[in-house]
C-alpha cells in the first residue's frame, strides 16, 4: 500500500474537521422555498380559474400583492430592528467587558466599574 493510497483527500479534510458538515438548514431551506413556489403557484391559477370578472380578478390580485408587500416590509423592518438591537447590546457588554477588564488591570476589585461607567451607579 502506498502512501498515494493512504492519503485521499476526503479522508484528510474529515481528519483536520474541515469537511462540509449538512445541518437542518441546508435541507429545510430549499425545501421551503420549493414549497412557497408551489403555492405562489397555486395561489395563482386558483385565482384565474376562480368565477369572477376580469376587474373582479384583477383588483384581488392587486390587493393581494400589496397586502403581500405590506407583511413583507413590516417583517423586514421588525428583523432589522431586532438585529439593531441586538448588535446594540452587544456592543454594549464588549464594552462594558473592555473596561472591566482595563479596570481590573489598573488594579480596581475584580467586577467593579469605575463610576463614570457604571450603568447603575
Known sequence: MNLADRLDRERIIHQLGLDRQITTMDTVLPALGIFSAGLLVG???????????????????????????????????????RTQHFVQD??????????????????APAGELPADENPYA
Do not use: C, W, Y
Request: glycine letters at 8%.
Open 43 to 81: 395561489v395563482g391559477i386558483g385565482l384565474m380559474i376562480a368565477p369572477k370578472s376580469g376587474r373582479e380578478l384583477r383588483s384581488d390580485i392587486n390587493r393581494n400583492v400589496h397586502e403581500f408587500s405590506d407583511r413583507t416590509q413590516h417583517m423586514v423592518q421588525d428583523a432589522a430592528n
Open 90 to 107: 452587544a456592543a454594549t457588554r464588549a464594552r462594558q467587558r473592555l473596561t472591566r477588564q482595563e479596570a481590573e488591570a489598573a488594579g
